[in-house]
């Protein structure tokens, strides 16, 4: 009888904990509110009330592609980067990121005609 209670307590002991990696927050909910915001390491919740949500806070990149129309009424498909960072980890589905620029993957050629842009 002994044996299969200890089994249970090792069982729930591993479901409460959570390990958050140097690169990310945890935000912790408990019953659906925001309770804190936890920096890296060993995390321990409630299982059943608590849930935890690990948000990266590293920069990352968003391809965002565009079609632009010429001088030439030519379509043209523009490929360019945006880079993000998560400023906030409690309020991160929200407008919290700071974005570092559009890079584009080709040149600008939107005041250009076609003829400009087929002879490169």
């Known amino acids: 009888m002994g044996h299969d209670n200890r089994g249970n307590r090792v069982c729930g002991l591993a ?19 925001v309770v804190g915001e936890k920096g890296p390491g060993l995390r321990i919740i409630i299982p059943v009330i608590d849930n935890l949500r690990k948000v990266s806070m590293q920069i990352s ?34 407008h919290s990121k700071r974005r570092f620029g559009g890079q584009p993957d080709r040149p600008d050629h939107r005041a250009q005609s076609s003829s400009a842009i087929l002879t490169r």
């Open 15 to 33: 479901a409460s904990l959570r390990i958050v990696q140097q690169y990310e927050k945890a935000v912790v909910f408990r019953l659906g509110r």
């Open 61 to 94: 990149p968003c391809r965002c592609p565009q079609k632009i129309i010429t001088k030439g009424n030519v379509s043209i498909e523009c490929r360019r980067s945006a880079y993000y960072q998560v400023v906030d980890a409690t309020s991160a589905g929200g």
